[in-house]
């Protein structure tokens, strides 16, 4: 079935003659850029970027959660802008740029927004915490001042089932005056 | 007591800090150290200090179970009834058998064997694969056959109560227990679908309404609560011939190994729980459940470790929840408010499990002299029910509270003033002042006195828990030679922040830095911890742990004693260093003293003691503290009449948990149970297609929580409250901070638009029907 699939978008692409090409459905190459090191990596077509990251590149800094773009656990950047891991397919990162919480310190002095993280105690277990400091990393990327109300927006599509919104808010305030 | 030479007496300062303190005399045992001043005159304890395991959290370096990968691990996925109710005439693993990657096939129900032929909810076990990849895993689960036969099923509570309704269980079938592992009242009657009553009473009622001179009467019902932890449950087991090893998101290492030693056969000393970054429990992860049990007998069969991590749409289902609920509170008082007489009948359901109730905060948290209680589980064909963060009182509160402040109303008492008269906790009574300060609830308008269409109102309501201990938690401090401090024990830290408290206190004991202190927790080749449910971690472990530093201090000092031909009695330890207490000059250095010791570890390990003014009950490795847990808390709403959103502007939250160790992981705690009451007010609901069973909002977009933008600006104080009842005379807060949410929110909701909205969640659809915008019942 998935083999009439491929076949049947490879006439089409073909047909076209569009540069579509058919993919899979066994492991293919890609090579991407992960926290500045490049890397080659063999992924069936349907693995996520979050299972790259976390399985064959070790990297399980980055969670998931829902697994479906609804808690926004599983952020990091790619190209610099923030998306949803578990929404991402690896071989649609091919070339291109990401970075996950394993690479936003610069070795062991950590990003402004981590810091002020534990100093505000912006987590409790800690687990939805990678993501969030993602996105409170980015939005002070593209805001270096931001309001409380572009931090709560920032962090909107995250949930914390510990609560900890109110310090991750006064977190990032205070990363940004940092 | 103190004849026999094994306590002495000790004076303990006594009462809330800013009302001022007294003393109380207490027996304490002569091996435990002596009384802990007031946090004003202490370096560490008391301190807001930053959490010891921050930076590995927020550089992504922690390993939770679910990144746990061993060797040659397998991954195990659960095969889960699509049916609410059916006999299983047979499974047919064959084929997954042969799929390729597949190393081991378990049938969790079994067609031959009776109590294991029926499923009694959609997403209960049916069998389980373990394959190399996730993917085989679920291609192999795919393949199982499975010969359903559907019976009849009830989802719905009301409907499960008549006496027609579909059976959930059979005679047999009923469960023993609570879910989360607590026992169940027995001998109740089951009729029907319908278990009990459990009854508690004191006084004359019927004498006691007699007397009153207003009653109030009202139903009140909650929806089902799921946990929604972020990290899914999850378990590694590596099962070896010479023992258990097993990693796993749990919130009592010591408990899920006592299970695993009886569930398989293997003594203690064989079976190892592990547990490092655990991403959130609030109830559901306190036992070794369904999936901890198939993954451990999956490994055994395969003979490889295999991790079994729940996916969303299992979490919702079938990972336990807070039990839907129904009560009806009548409550009789005089005219001054005193009450006369409460009367409870409540019916609730934990699905096919027991647990379903609303506490027993009506009869406690008030003086009444008579009280009467009926309450009831109603079985259902939905996922067992299990605590969540203060079960029983959560629910329980959301009637109560708004039936005190309906009382209010009806007296023309101020709801703080009504409760100055009946609330006999000297706790409450400075919560309640200092909050009504900080909310303004001098300027509380009259029910629906704002003119526009968006409409402000205050509330208030008050929360009561137990001050749990558990026994059984035991703790181990070294001091090396190089003056480096170690401890250890089986406790886990499942976001609280305990191995930060363990560092402050322990660094307390020696005058160091809580940084100096090493914290290995999470693992019980440790001593036994505690668990980390019924807020209880603190309370239980630090007074050990003090204990423990405390002995080996001693023992420090006796080396630096000959050093300074000093006695060990005259000796202090303060900011890193040991000293004669009155000639500081003469001492040393904390690893001077270290350095002198005659082996290259000294250590000690302590137990938990019972309070020192004795408990107010015992069961078995748990107990019940003296005095209580509770809080109040006040709310700032903003409804919209136009659209029927209710906003949460503004908490301020008065907590009380003994002594606070630190204050700036409280405040994260307190916030954290204001939120997801706020939640529980307004948002969350799980909800049953009728006609299926199904659950239609199994993931994290559908089932609505409140996130950061529903966020109301939180007023978090916390009392120090003393009563020289441990070594650190600390207690919990997790819990009492969740209840009084929901009821204070609608409480001013009250107080907003003058029509009362008893049922949660507060939907918009809800306020348009109290009012009268929409016809009661379309929402």
């Known amino acids: 079935m998935v083999d009439a699939v491929s076949a049947f978008i490879g006439q089409q692409a073909a047909a076209e003659g569009s540069s579509l090409t058919a993919l899979g459905p066994g492991a293919v190459p890609i090579s991407l850029k992960v926290n500045g090191v490049a890397q080659t990596l063999q992924v069936e077509p349907r693995m996520t970027l979050a299972e790259a990251l976390r399985g064959p590149l070790g990297l399980t800094g980055t969670k998931v959660a829902c697994d479906r773009g609804a808690c926004s656990a599983c952020t990091v950047w790619l190209d610099g802008t923030t998306v949803c891991s578990c929404m991402t397919l690896a071989v649609e990162v091919a070339g291109r740029s990401v970075t996950t919480i394993e690479g936003l310190a610069n070795g062991s002095q950590l990003h402004p927004v981590q810091a002020a993280f534990i100093e505000h105690d912006a987590l409790q277990c800690g687990f939805c915490t990678p993501g969030m400091v993602m996105s409170c990393a980015a939005l002070l990327e593209r805001s270096p001042d931001p309001t409380a109300e572009e931090v709560q927006r920032a962090i909107s599509g995250h949930i914390c089932r510990c609560g900890t919104y109110p310090h991750v808010v006064a977190a990032t305030l205070a990363a940004a005056k940092a | ?779």
């Open chain 2, 1 to 779: 007591m103190a004849a026999d030479g094994t306590t002495r007496t000790e004076k303990f300062p006594f009462g809330i800090a800013s009302v001022g303190l007294g003393e109380v005399d207490r027996q304490v045992p002569i091996d435990e150290p002596p009384p802990l001043a007031p946090n004003a005159e202490l370096a560490v304890i008391g301190k807001p200090i930053p959490r010891q395991n921050g930076r590995a959290k927020v550089t992504g370096a922690t390993r939770f179970t679910v990144d746990v990968t061993l060797p040659g691990m397998l991954y195990g996925k659960i095969l889960r009834s699509p049916l609410p109710h059916a006999e299983i005439r047979a499974i047919d693993v064959s084929a997954a058998a042969r799929h390729p990657g597949v190393c081991a096939v378990l049938p969790v129900a079994r067609s031959d064997d009776p109590s294991a032929s029926v499923v009694r909810y959609i997403g209960a076990p049916v069998a389980a694969i373990a394959a190399v990849t996730m993917a085989a895993a679920e291609e192999a689960l795919r393949l199982i056959r499975v010969d359903y036969n559907l019976l009849p099923f009830v989802v719905d509570v009301d409907k499960a109560r008549e006496s027609t309704a579909p059976l959930v269980h059979d005679s047999g079938s009923v469960p023993p227990g609570h879910a989360s592992g607590f026992p169940a009242p027995t001998g109740l009657p089951l009729n029907g679908n319908v278990r009990g009553p459990a009854v508690a009473s004191r006084g004359d009622v019927a004498q006691g309404f007699a007397q009153a001179g207003v009653v109030v009467e009202g139903e009140y019902r909650t929806q089902v609560q799921t946990h929604c932890c972020m990290e899914p449950h999850a378990i590694v087991a590596d099962w070896r011939p010479d023992g258990l090893t097993v990693y796993m998101s749990t919130q009592f290492t010591a408990g899920v190994r006592h299970e695993l030693a009886a569930e398989f056969g293997l003594p203690l000393s064989r079976v190892r729980v592990v547990v490092d970054g655990m991403g959130g429990g609030f109830g559901s992860k306190s036992m070794l459940s369904k999936y901890g049990r198939v993954a451990v007998a999956l490994s055994r069969q395969a003979q490889a470790p295999v991790r079994i991590a729940l996916d969303r749409e299992e979490e919702q289902m079938d990972s336990g929840n807070r039990p839907g609920t129904w009560q009806r509170l009548r409550i009789g008082a005089r005219r001054d408010g005193s009450l006369t007489a409460i009367s409870l009948v409540g019916y609730g359901t934990a699905g096919v499990g027991l647990g379903a109730g609303v506490g027993n905060i009506a009869q406690a948290l008030y003086a009444c002299p008579n009280f009467e209680t009926a309450q009831f589980d109603v079985f259902t064909n939905a996922g067992p029910g299990c605590a969540m963060r203060g079960p029983g009182n959560t629910p329980g509160a959301w009637g109560l509270e708004q039936a005190i402040d309906e009382l209010a109303l009806r007296l023309s008492i101020d709801p703080v003033v009504l409760r100055d008269r009946i609330d006999p906790s000297p706790v409450r009574r400075e919560e309640r002042r200092i909050g009504a300060d900080r909310i303004g609830w001098q300027h509380r308008h009259a029910p629906g006195a704002d003119p526009g269409p968006i409409k402000r109102g205050l509330g208030v309501a008050q929360s009561l828990w137990g001050a749990n201990v558990q026994i059984n938690s035991a703790c181990e401090v070294r001091v090396m030679r190089d003056g480096s401090v170690e401890v250890l024990s089986g406790v886990q830290d499942i976001g609280t922040g305990i191995g930060t408290v363990l560092a402050q206190v322990v660094a307390e004991v020696f005058g160091l830095r809580p940084e100096d202190i090493a914290i290995r927790i999470g693992d019980t080749d440790f001593p036994a911890g505690p668990p980390s449910y019924g807020s209880r971690t603190t309370a239980s472990i630090t007074p050990p742990a003090r204990t423990a530093a405390w002995r080996v201090l001693q023992e420090l000092y006796r080396e630096a004693a000959l050093a300074l031909n000093a006695a060990t009695g005259d000796l202090t330890a303060s900011a890193g260093r040991i000293f004669v207490r009155d000639e500081p000059s003469r001492g040393m250095n904390f690893g001077e003293a270290a350095a002198r010791l005659r082996t290259d570890q000294i250590s000690a390990v302590a137990s938990r003691s019972d309070d020192y003014g004795g408990f107010r009950r015992r069961m078995g490795d748990a107990a019940l503290a003296e005095q209580d847990l509770g809080g109040v808390q006040f709310a700032q709403v903003a409804v919209d009449t136009e659209t029927g959103i209710i906003r949460v502007e503004r908490v301020v939250a008065v907590q009380d948990c003994g002594r606070p160790i630190n204050p700036l992981q409280i405040e994260s705690q307190v916030q954290g149970g204001v939120l997801m009451g706020l939640s529980y007010a307004l948002y969350e609901n799980r909800i049953l297609d009728q006609h299926t069973g199904r659950m239609v909002n199994p993931n994290l977009e559908q089932y609505k929580l409140a996130g950061p933008r529903e966020a109301p600006a939180i007023d978090v104080v916390v009392l120090e409250n003393y009563q020289g009842q441990s070594a650190t005379d600390a207690y919990g807060i997790a819990e009492p901070s969740n209840i009084a949410t929901a009821p204070a929110i609608a409480n001013a909701v009250y107080n907003a638009i003058g029509v009362r909205l008893r049922s949660t969640p507060m939907t918009p659809a809800a306020v348009f029907a109290a009012l009268g915008k929409v016809p009661s019942g379309s929402q």
